[in-house]
């Protein structure tokens, strides 16, 4: 919005990895009503354990057995350790379990960044990052030249929950991949698969929340749009559905623009309590 002048209100799709949310759960995909001062949370992707708090950022597969716990229940998800989880010990994920079930050190997640993160390993690509967002861009780059338009996963659009905010259900996500990894399915074609998922996602969650709001001006931004293969399968599907659709050019949409954003922030809400004053 600061990058691109915007007044008034829009539709936000934020999707990162973590970040602070304001319930005491770590957010990063987050369907959001915005002006420059104010925002209403609409919807964000569903919440997954992240066992060791950090160490599941640094260690994907940690993350990917949070997910498979999610979509299948422990038992059955032992069954399913497709990709780099095949190298993981059954003591290592009885741990995490223990984590996720004892809520220690296991906080809860619903960053987009971490959906990526796991798929990745699934999908025998990534299970370790040495560096911030390494699992996301060797995804990506895994793709190759797959086309864009295959068809998605299926995911689902939970109703409210109790802080009214509605759920995008990834557990069914997660399923497709792993049973295209067990099909043998190729590497690049379940890479360009989950992109062109999660780009239906983010355009079924925009209609849900211009249907809600009757904005049709959406904003994009957070690392996640740092993905061109993400961003070119989603942003002209948005415009052909009538969004008006506003994208970084100039500042970075990961945490380097964060510093701009503060300060277009609290430039707003300072006017606003100047004005309250006169």
């Given at each position: 919005m600061a990058e691109n002048g915007l007044e008034g209100e829009v539709i936000g799709l934020a999707m990162d990895g973590t970040g602070y949310g304001l319930d005491g759960t770590v957010w990063g995909?987050?369907?959001?009503?915005?002006?420059?001062?104010?925002?209403?949370?609409?919807?964000?992707?569903?919440?997954?354990?992240?066992p060791g708090g950090d160490a599941a950022v640094e260690h994907p597969v940690r993350t990917a057995w949070a997910f498979l716990v999610m979509a299948y229940g422990e038992e059955e998800a032992?069954?399913?350790?497709?990709?780099?989880?095949a190298g993981t010990s059954a003591g290592d994920r009885a741990f995490w379990s223990?984590?996720?079930?004892?809520?220690?050190?296991?906080?809860?997640?619903?960053g987009m960044g971490r959906l990526f993160d796991a798929v990745s390993v699934l999908a025998d690509v990534c299970e370790s990052s040495t560096y911030e967002g390494q699992a996301?861009?060797?995804?990506?780059?895994?793709?190759?030249?797959?086309?864009?338009?295959?068809?998605?996963?299926?995911?689902?659009?939970?109703?409210?929950?109790p802080s009214r905010a509605w759920v995008i259900d990834t557990a069914p996500v997660?399923?497709?991949?792993?049973?295209?990894?067990?099909?043998g399915r190729p590497r690049p074609q379940t890479?360009?698969?989950f992109h062109a998922t999660a780009a239906a996602m983010l355009r079924e969650a925009a209609q849900r929340a211009r249907r809600e709001s009757g904005l049709t001006r959406l904003a994009l931004a957070g690392g996640c749009?740092?993905?061109?293969?993400?961003?070119?399968?989603?942003?002209?599907?948005?415009?052909?559905?009538?969004?008006?659709?506003?994208?970084h050019r100039e500042v970075s949409p990961s945490d380097g623009g964060i510093a701009l954003g503060q300060a277009y922030v609290a430039a707003a809400r300072l006017r606003a309590e100047m004005k309250s004053h006169t």
């Open positions: 995909g987050e369907v959001l009503r915005a002006s420059a001062a104010e925002f209403t949370r609409l919807g964000h992707l569903a919440y997954v354990a992240l032992a069954r399913h350790c497709v990709g780099r989880m223990q984590l996720i079930a004892k809520r220690v050190n296991a906080p809860q997640a619903c996301a861009v060797e995804l990506e780059g895994a793709a190759g030249e797959a086309p864009d338009d295959l068809a998605p996963y299926e995911f689902a659009m939970a109703a409210e929950t997660i399923r497709g991949v792993v049973a295209d990894v067990e099909a890479s360009a698969r749009f740092a993905n061109d293969r993400l961003v070119r399968g989603l942003a002209p599907a948005l415009e052909a559905d009538g969004f008006q659709v506003y994208a």
